[in-house]
């Protein structure tokens, strides 16, 4: 992830929020006034919507990925996000992207539902490709067998979240590893990887919006709220639903507080 520092020397003014769900992006649209854009950047047909407006000094554009055209429901996961995060960057050239949605968290690692957090590193739990480096493949081989090389690795696709350590300070949120896959519920070999990524929050999105961000050098931020407790006794989906309106609130609240902090910032002050 390009370093917040390296990106430009004068204040950040504009901002591509990336989120999945129509009732998580909602009371951040109505805060910041956002209005749709009629004649959006995307390509002809696509459901992906663009609200935008100004606050304060920023220029706010909230990306969702809109709802699936055949099913109707919002187009969460990987795809989607990476999609729209590519399309964004192209299109509207931000100085810094934030992921902003719900999670699940680990209470054996502190998360209790409600919470906010800011991800210090993001990486994918569902990507499995066992082919690890081998040092007789490396040294001997790397012209020919490349192909051998850190498919493991790769798959995991770690990457750090931009530094924020005043932002972190000044609005005393939580931070922790964000572990992104394509289910939101968890096989054992999910919890596993969820595991060995040392992460305390789960989610559809993170990883992927950290790939493109990363690729098109643009800083990014992961700020995620906790519906339900993945190693807990309830069903997830059961637990997402009954908390998803009063989190998306603490979303909301969060992310306003970030952008508020944001506003007249540089990139190395954040
Ligand atoms: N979003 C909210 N809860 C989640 C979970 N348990 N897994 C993935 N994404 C989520």
């Not at 951040?28 to 663009?50: A, H, I, M, T």
């Not at 990457?159 to 939101?184: M, V």
Request: aromatic letters at 10%; charged letters at 20%; proline letters at 5%.
């Amino acid at each position: 992830m390009a370093p917040c520092g390296e990106k430009s020397e004068g204040a950040i003014s504009s901002i591509v929020i990336i989120i999945a769900m129509q009732t998580e992006a909602m009371p951040l649209v109505n805060k910041f006034e956002l209005k749709e854009d009629l004649e959006s950047p995307f390509p002809k047909g696509v459901p992906w919507v663009r609200y935008h407006g100004t606050y304060k000094d920023l220029h706010i554009n909230i990306i969702w990925p809109g709802k699936d055209l055949a099913l109707g429901v919002d187009n969460v996961g990987t795809v989607s996000s990476s999609l729209v995060t590519y399309a964004a960057i192209q299109a509207l050239k931000p100085d810094l992207i934030i992921n902003a949605g719900t999670a699940g968290g680990l209470k054996a690692k502190g998360a209790s539902v409600g919470d906010v957090y800011l991800a210090s590193e993001v990486a994918f739990h569902d990507r499995r490709i066992p082919i690890p480096v081998s040092f007789f493949f490396f040294f001997f081989f790397r012209t020919y067998f490349s192909c051998f090389y850190v498919f493991d690795l790769y798959g995991v696709g770690l990457r750090q979240a931009c530094s924020t350590p005043n932002l972190l300070k000044e609005l005393n949120l939580k931070t922790g590893k964000l572990s992104t896959g394509d289910s939101l519920d968890m096989t054992p070999q999910d919890e596993s990887s969820i595991i060995a990524n040392d992460a305390t929050v789960k989610d559809m999105e993170g990883a992927a919006v950290a790939y493109v961000a990363d690729l098109l050098k643009v800083p990014a931020i992961f700020v995620k709220a906790v519906t339900d407790i993945i190693d807990g006794d309830k069903p997830t989906s059961e637990e997402f639903l009954q908390n998803l309106i009063a989190v998306t609130k603490a979303l909301g609240e969060a992310v306003t507080r970030v952008i508020d902090f944001i506003s007249e910032k540089r990139h190395s002050e954040l």
